[in-house]
């Protein structure tokens, strides 16, 4: 019924920047939960961004000051800017919504940083 749909993903050099956008097919103001998530070979799927609350947010100390997570009520869409990527930030990203108690995911998107 609900649907998310990620864009962004590619290949980059290590240094350069990539910015990634989920876009619901409902107004996000229903979601009470949004964040971008990622698995990195090897590891578990971990949370990469997330708002706390309607406006505060949250970051693993991997990505801090590199990422940034915003939102675009209007465009019902999320967004990750990232910028000075690393190999190590290489994986699927995923967006992750909660819709009341409903857990939404979308696809995943590949990001790779060449080294």
């Known amino acids: 019924q609900v649907e998310l749909v990620e864009s962004g993903g590619g290949v980059v050099q290590a240094g350069g920047s990539l910015r990634l956008s989920c876009t619901a097919s409902?107004?996000?103001?229903?979601?009470?939960?949004m964040a971008w998530y990622r698995q990195t070979p090897g590891n578990q799927r971990e949370l990469v961004a997330g708002?706390?609350?309607?406006?505060?947010?949250e970051y693993t100390d991997a990505v801090k000051g590199r990422f940034t997570i915003s939102r675009d009520n209007a465009k019902k869409t999320m967004y990750l800017q990232m910028s000075s990527l690393k190999p190590e930030d290489t994986g699927v990203y995923y967006c992750?919504?909660?819709?009341?108690?409903?857990?939404?995911w979308g696809q995943g998107t590949q990001v790779t940083v060449s080294s």
């Open positions: 992750k919504m909660m819709r009341g108690r409903a857990e939404l």
């Open positions: 409902i107004n996000i103001l229903t979601m009470s939960y």
């Open positions: 708002f706390i609350g309607d406006i505060r947010r």
